[in-house]
């Protein structure tokens, strides 16, 4: 049953991006938002707000209720401590879980997958959608591959204010550059 739900809304999804490859939507205007880490440089729709808690930032437009229809952009961004491999993916994994499962529900299936970069490091791309009421919550989740940081951002709205929206997505990736993830600490004797 999960297989053949996988399979309507992979078809589904097939026909929305044709579709909406015709519309031929621009990017809103960005403006520079800080980081009151400065950890990164960024950038938000003019008009949208940003509020930064922990290690999580949202941007969310004026009138945006908390509701899980509305568009939202969340990045994530939390060090890892290490510039060795395979201490950076142990650590990197649970915290990459974590993000997630507390920010989508188990509902949303990944619809499409492919390999992108963000501030010139590889990143991977899934593009995710769920039913919802007469139409789809849409979004993607951009993993990128920074060395000692986990950098994470989801953008998630209606399948109709999604696809308006998936090009400033685009651009507010394009404009994200990693300023200091974090300084090494020399061991202790």
Not at 22 to 42: C, I, Y
Not at 49 to 77: A, I, N
Request: hydrophobic share 40%.
């Amino acid at each position: 049953m999960k297989f053949l739900q996988k399979g309507w809304i992979f078809c589904l999804v097939v026909l929305f991006s044709l579709t909406s490859c015709s519309g031929g939507e621009k990017a809103l205007p960005l403006m520079a938002v800080p980081d009151p880490q400065g950890r990164f440089e960024f950038s938000m729709p003019e008009g949208w707000q940003g509020v930064t808690e922990g290690d999580v930032s949202s941007y969310t437009p004026s009138d945006y209720t908390s509701s899980e229809e509305d568009l939202r952009v969340l990045l994530y961004l939390s060090p890892t401590n290490t510039f060795n491999t395979e201490q950076h993916i142990d650590t990197a994994e649970p915290l990459i879980q974590d993000f997630l499962s507390s920010h989508l529900d188990d509902s949303f299936e990944v619809i499409n997958q492919s390999e992108i970069k963000v501030d010139k490091y590889p990143a991977m791309k899934l593009e995710i959608a769920r039913p919802y009421q007469d139409t789809y919550l849409v979004g993607q989740v951009v993993i990128t591959a920074m060395p000692g940081v986990v950098v994470i951002f989801l953008g998630t709205g209606t399948r109709t204010a999604w696809e308006a929206f998936e090009p400033t997505f685009k651009a507010m990736l394009k404009d994200f550059h990693l300023v200091s993830a974090y300084t090494p600490t020399p061991p202790q004797s």
